[in-house]
């Protein structure tokens, strides 16, 4: 079995979580290779042993049958994309604050002996697939597990924003922006923006206004279905930003449109703790423990 191991510098300094890793699944018979979910720009120091030879992510990738993350929820989205073509499934090592999505902690290391005996299920989540028109020309088109954020840009202003499903109008909404997520994306920004939280394992579309200044406006959960578009009101002459997990924000204008369906591909999470979805709610998010 061959595991590839993508640390994060900026969170696990001197790479020591990833090294430990490694010496512990070397010792169980599995190959792991150590490498960085990026490649470094020039002249950029970072904490790595210089000793290290680390290969490149997309030449690490060929023929592995697993990835480990080491850092945030962050560093599991960015890897989800990595592995999206090799359809390779992912185990998170949490290293950030919350790690919602990570399935062990710094000092649960030990545990990754379970993958050199075949003692893990994988849970498959939903993508969306977002893109952006203009006019009927495609201008760009992303994945995203979490989701698609729609926002205002400026602390001064409102927003307006029409969300069709299908060919009927789903919402119209006045405020801070709107948050298309899916269900792994329900307990991030649209959790904080007071939407529902979804069991992640699920299909659905969830639709959450941020700061809307209309009472009746209200977060839904949508068929999986459906086909969404996001689109300022004709004959409105402002802007909107879209930001699709977390990335750098795309500048939309009247002229433009936003369709987001469910992808075709889907992320596979790699489980070994037996943890329930509902330990996790009260784990990373706090309230009482079960």
């Not at 890897?79 to 710094?106: K, T, Y």
Request: net charge positive.
């Amino acid at each position: 079995m061959r595991v590839v191991l993508s640390s994060n510098p900026y969170r696990d300094k001197g790479l020591r979580a990833g090294l430990e890793a490694k010496r512990i699944l070397d010792k169980s018979g599995v190959e792991a290779i150590l490498c960085l979910p990026f490649t470094p720009k020039k002249g950029e120091r970072l904490d790595v042993p210089p000793y290290l030879k680390l290969p490149p992510l997309e030449q690490a990738l060929k023929g592995a049958n697993m990835m480990l993350c080491f850092g945030g929820d962050g560093t599991i989205l960015h890897a989800a994309r990595d592995v999206l073509e090799q359809d390779i499934p992912i185990l998170g090592v949490n290293l950030g604050s919350v790690g919602f999505m990570a399935e062990l902690e710094r000092n649960e290391l030990p545990l990754l002996t379970a993958i050199s005996r075949n003692q893990y299920t994988l849970e498959e989540r939903m993508m969306l697939q977002v893109r952006v028109y203009r006019g009927e020309r495609l201008i760009h088109e992303e994945i995203a597990l979490n989701d698609a954020v729609f926002s205002k840009g400026s602390m001064a202003r409102v927003s307006e924003l029409e969300v069709w499903a299908d060919q009927a109008l789903c919402q119209q909404v006045t405020g801070d922006g709107v948050i298309i997520a899916t269900p792994t994306g329900s307990t991030a920004y649209s959790m904080s923006a007071g939407g529902p939280i979804v069991e992640p394992t699920s299909q659905g579309l969830v639709v959450t206004p941020v700061c809307a200044h209309q009472l009746a406006v209200r977060a839904m959960v949508l068929d999986a279905n459906r086909k969404l578009t996001v689109r300022l009101p004709k004959g409105n002459r402002k802007t909107i930003f879209l930001s699709i997990d977390g990335g750098k924000a795309i500048r939309l204008g009247s002229h433009e449109r936003v369709e987001i369906v469910r992808a075709e591909k889907t992320t596979k999470l790699v489980r070994l703790t037996g943890r329930s979805f509902y330990q996790r709610i009260h784990e990373k998010l706090g309230g009482s423990h079960l």
